[in-house]
């Protein structure tokens, strides 16, 4: 019924960037809260950032400053610009969504099948 496209993945040396991208589609009714998470080897997942639908955003510590969450609305589309990369950085990078069904009312949580990201020169 719904899913969640990510793109944008990729190898990069220290210090490059890499956008993200991560498009719902399907039946859609409203979407709250999107974001990314990143799961690392040997780790659990973890949150990058999260945008809600009127904009406000909160990132992890790790990436305050180097990694920028923004969303397009009306393509239910968010992105994850990010900078300065370094090693830490290289993940599994999943996207989120907090979404309603068409016609429905209740927030179901939706993920995306995930974007390799790794940095090393």
């Known amino acids: 019924q719904v899913q969640l496209v990510e793109s944008g993945g990729g190898l990069v040396q220290p210090g490059g960037s890499l956008r993200l991208s991560c498009a719902a589609s399907?039946?859609?009714?409203?979407?709250?809260?999107m974001g990314w998470y990143r799961q690392a080897p040997g780790k659990q997942r973890e949150l990058v950032a999260l945008?809600?639908?009127?904009?406000?955003?909160n990132y992890a510590d790790s990436v305050k400053g180097r990694f920028t969450i923004s969303r397009d609305n009306a393509k239910n589309t968010v992105f994850l610009q990010m900078n300065s990369l370094k090693p830490e950085d290289t993940a599994v990078y999943y996207c989120n969504a907090h979404l309603t069904l068409r016609y429905h009312s209740d927030y179901i949580c939706y993920w995306g099948q995930g974007t390799q990201v790794t940095v090393s020169s």
């Open positions: 399907g039946s859609i009714g409203s979407i709250n809260t």
């Open positions: 945008i809600t639908d009127g904009g406000n955003t």
